[in-house]
């Protein structure tokens, strides 16, 4: 009897044990995951300039870059833009999950132009005025993405694409940047040529009327 007695005792005592360490594991893990944060439903506000997305190891310690060639690229539809015409921007490389893309003049720091038709698992986002850059919505994984850039109706001269790509929250990299593009400006000189001729007729009808 008095073995059965310990035997349950004994009993008691790992289970309250077992419970008291998975309490505390729990516990650790609510303390802990508000520190070792990402930005699983887009790039913040505080990245529009940097690029840079603010993920934590833990209170005090930052997630740095890759340092490493980026395996992602960001590929142009052409290298000419026309403005006022939507033109695409791939995200090509193995699967990710976070991002934030912008197109900038080169050496400057402020968003050109618009994004629209947000794929699947992604949206747009505003940094200095509305959609002028493009973030994911959520953590799932991503490949190969086809983004539809917006140019100003009117030309600002060459530009190119920048964007921050994360393989996952600790694995990242920054300035992953496409070719420069630039403006072409033939559509504005095939207007020039009839408004031309336009004003020749006009001027020698003119010059007959008053005959």
């Not at 360490?21 to 790039?43: D, M, Q, R």
């Not at 920054?174 to 040529?193: F, H, P, Q, R, Y």
Request: glycine share 6%; aromatic share 8%; hydrophobic share 40%.
């Amino acid at each position: 009897a008095i073995t059965k007695g310990v035997s349950v005792t004994s009993s008691r005592v790992l289970t309250k044990m077992a419970v008291f360490k998975s309490v505390t594991f729990v516990c650790a893990l609510l303390v802990l995951l508000p520190a070792c944060h990402g930005y699983p439903t887009g790039a913040p506000a505080t990245a529009c300039v940097s690029l840079h997305p603010g993920h934590m190891l833990n209170a005090t310690n930052a997630v740095v870059p890759q340092t490493s060639t980026s395996p992602y690229s960001i590929v142009v539809d052409g290298d000419k833009y026309t403005p006022g015409t939507a033109l695409s921007v791939r995200i090509v490389g193995p699967v990710f999950r976070g991002f934030l893309l912008q197109a900038r003049k080169p050496g400057m720091t402020t968003p050109i132009g618009t994004f629209s038709n947000a794929p699947t698992d992604t949206k747009t986002t505003q940094c200095t005025t509305a959609d002028s850059s493009m973030t994911h919505a959520n953590p799932n994984q991503k490949e190969n993405i086809t983004l539809t850039w917006n140019p100003p109706s009117t030309g600002v001269g060459n530009v190119h694409f920048i964007a921050t790509v994360a393989e996952m929250k600790v694995t990242y990299w920054m300035d992953v940047t496409s070719v420069e593009i630039s403006e072409d400006s033939s559509g504005g000189a095939s207007l020039a040529k009839p408004t031309f001729y336009l004003l020749i007729l006009c001027l020698i009808q003119a010059v007959f009327f008053l005959k």
